[in-house]
T-cell receptor, first 113, second 112 residues
Framework: QKEVEQNSGPLSVPEGAIASLNCTYSDRGSQSFFWYRQYSGKSPELIMFIYSNGDKEDGRFTAQLNKASQYVSLLIRDSQPSDSATYLCAVPNSGGSNYKLTFGKGTLLTVNP | GAVVSQHPSRVICKSGTSVKIECRSLDFQATTMFWYRQFPKKSLMLMATSNEGSKATYEQGVEKDKFLINHASLTLSTLTVTSAHPEDSSFYIC????????FGPGTRLLVL
């Protein structure tokens, strides 16, 4: 059973701080990793993806991947109240062609003004 | 790019009626689409994988005769909730596969 683990939170940070969201996965064969943001009452929205070890930056967001440790994280710099949402880590099933994603349970982030 | 729409966004129906939800990929073709449902404050639950031109693959515990899925074109998949009951009230979300899954905005179903 492939697993994706996230701290459910809630994670509370003050406005302007760095929010750090973490995710571990069990399948060593996983090659790609996705972060989705889900606002309350809305559907998930893709915000970042990463395939290679190291860091990938996109605006205020940085995804970090360490395949040896089976760990992927999302850093949000200069956090804003509008970043308050649940962040889902997702890992595609490795092998096969069914494209299913295994989601973590999500981390609820609250950014306090 | 990668825009997915759903229609309707909200629907209220009487118990025993059927409801059809449409999922469209607007700017790309999607051989594979997925249907999820989500209860308040709960995780996404995958219901089925919809493949264009073939039968859907349902997850364990999801009744295929109750949740009919049709994926007749590369841009449209439909989910029909047949003989809906109040316990089917939920947030139904589709996604379309490109390099990853892109989600539609969801359909909120309320069965009275």
């Amino acid at each position: 059973q492939k697993e994706v683990e996230q701290n459910s939170g809630p994670l509370s940070v003050p406005e302007g701080a760095i929010a750090s969201l973490n995710c571990t996965y069990s399948d060593r064969g996983s090659q790609s990793f996705f972060w989705y943001r889900q606002y309350s009452g809305k559907s998930p929205e893709l915000i970042m993806f990463i395939y290679s070890n190291g860091d990938k930056e996109d605006g205020r967001f940085t995804a970090q991947l360490n395949k040896a440790s089976q760990y992927v994280s999302l850093l949000i710099r200069d956090s804003q109240p509008s970043d308050s949402a649940t962040y889902l880590c997702a890992v595609p099933n490795s092998g096969g062609s069914n494209y299913k994603l295994t989601f973590g349970k999500g981390t609820l982030l609250t950014v306090n003004p | 790019g990668a825009v997915v729409s759903q229609h309707p966004s909200r629907v209220i129906c009487k118990s025993g009626t059927s409801v059809k939800i449409e999922c469209r990929s607007l700017d790309f073709q999607a051989t594979t689409m997925f249907w999820y449902r989500q209860f308040p404050k709960k995780s996404l639950m995958l219901m089925a994988t919809s493949n264009e031109g073939s039968k859907a693959t349902y997850e364990q515990g999801v009744e295929k005769d109750k949740f009919l899925i049709n994926h007749a074109s590369l841009t449209l998949s439909t989910l029909t909730v047949t003989s809906a009951h109040p316990e089917d009230s939920s947030f139904y979300i589709c996604s379309a596969q490109r390099e990853t899954q892109y989600f539609g905005p969801g359909t909120r179903l309320l069965v009275l």
